[in-house]
C-alpha cells in the first residue's frame, strides 16, 4: 500500500496494489497482479490561465495476468493480458480546432482543465527470449496489441486515445563472438499513434482537413532497423569499448505529430507530420573506471 500526498491541490491518497506468483513446476509460472493507483494534478494543470479549479486526482484500477515457460535452460515464452480502468482523467474542453455543425470552431486558449474523461487500455503482450551466458546468439521477440479509448463524460463525446497503438513490434539479437566483440540488431515497427485532433486525411492525397470526430487520422506507420557493433579492452580496473553504429539503416521515413496551421476559409491544415531521424551512422568509445 502506498500513501501519497500532493500540498499544491492539498489532497491525500492511498493506492492498495497486490502482486502474486504461483510456481506450478520449474518450467511454469503463473503471475497475477492488480491495484489502485493515482495521479496528482500537475503544476500547469492547476496554476495559470489554464488551471482548473477543485481538480480531483487522476484514477485507474489496473489489471494482469501472465505465463511464462520455460522452453529449455536457454528459451522461455511469455504472454500477459491487462486492463486498466481510468477515471476523472483531465482534459481542456473547446481547446482544439474543430468542425462543429459545418462551421470551423476554433481553439480557445482560456478554458480550464476538468475531470471529463474515463476510459480503459486493454491488451496482450507476447514474448520469445533466448539468453546465452557466452558465446553465441541471444535476443528477444515480442509482439503488443492494445487499445485505450476515453469517454467524456460532460458532452458524451468518445474517441481513441492519443496513445492507442494497436500493433507493436520489438526484435532484438546479440551475437556474442567473444567476450571482447559483439554484434548487435534492433528492429522497432508500431502501427502508430493518431494525430491527436480534430483532422482528417483527404482522401487520395498527402493533406489534411479540420473534422468534426477526434483521433480518427493516423501517423504513418513507424518502423527502424538499427546496427551495432562493439570491441572491448580491458586493462587493470578500466575497460575501453569501442562502438560503430548505423541508426535506421535502411533510412525508413518515419514521422511525429507537428501541429498545424488551420485555415479558418477552407478548412485545410498544413501537414501534422514532422520527419524523425534519417540514416545516422556514428562511431564512439566508452570507458569505464
Do not use: C
Amino acid at each position: 500500500m502506498r500513501a501519497d500526498r500532493w500540498t499544491l491541490t492539498d489532497q491525500s491518497e492511498v493506492s492498495p496494489w497486490a502482486q502474486i506468483e504461483w510456481r506450478i513446476d520449474p518450467r511454469l509460472v503463473l503471475r497475477g497482479g492488480g491495484g489502485r493507483y493515482v495521479q496528482f494534478p500537475d503544476f500547469d494543470k492547476v496554476l495559470g490561465a489554464s488551471g482548473g479549479l477543485n481538480l480531483r486526482p487522476e484514477r485507474a484500477r489496473q489489471f494482469d495476468a501472465g505465463v511464462e515457460w520455460r522452453v529449455s535452460p536457454t528459451l522461455r515464452a511469455t504472454a500477459t493480458v491487462y486492463d486498466r480502468e481510468e477515471e476523472g482523467m483531465l482534459r481542456r474542453p473547446l481547446s482544439e480546432t474543430r468542425l462543429l455543425t459545418g462551421r470551423i470552431l476554433i481553439g480557445l486558449r482560456d478554458t480550464r482543465y476538468q475531470n471529463r474523461l474515463d476510459g480503459f487500455a486493454r491488451g496482450v503482450e507476447l514474448l520469445l527470449q533466448r539468453s546465452v551466458a557466452g558465446r553465441g546468439v541471444s535476443g528477444w521477440l515480442s509482439y503488443a496489441y492494445g487499445r485505450n479509448r476515453y469517454h467524456d463524460v460532460v458532452n458524451g463525446e468518445t474517441f481513441w486515445g492519443d496513445y492507442d497503438q494497436r500493433h507493436t513490434l520489438n526484435a532484438y539479437t546479440l551475437y556474442r563472438h567473444s567476450d571482447r566483440t559483439s554484434f548487435v540488431a534492433k528492429l522497432r515497427m508500431g502501427s502508430n499513434f493518431p494525430i491527436p485532433g480534430y483532422y482528417a486525411a483527404v482522401p487520395d492525397t498527402d493533406r489534411y482537413t479540420v473534422s468534426e470526430q477526434r483521433n480518427t487520422a493516423r501517423l504513418p506507420v513507424y518502423s527502424r532497423f538499427d546496427l551495432r557493433a562493439n570491441r572491448a579492452f580491458t586493462w587493470s580496473k578500466r575497460r575501453l569499448t569501442l562502438f560503430a553504429e548505423v541508426i535506421n539503416v535502411l533510412n525508413r521515413a518515419n514521422y511525429r505529430f507537428d501541429p498545424p496551421r488551420v485555415s479558418v476559409a477552407t478548412g485545410l491544415v498544413s501537414s501534422p507530420l514532422d520527419s524523425l531521424l534519417p540514416v545516422v551512422p556514428s562511431v564512439g568509445f566508452l570507458i569505464e573506471f
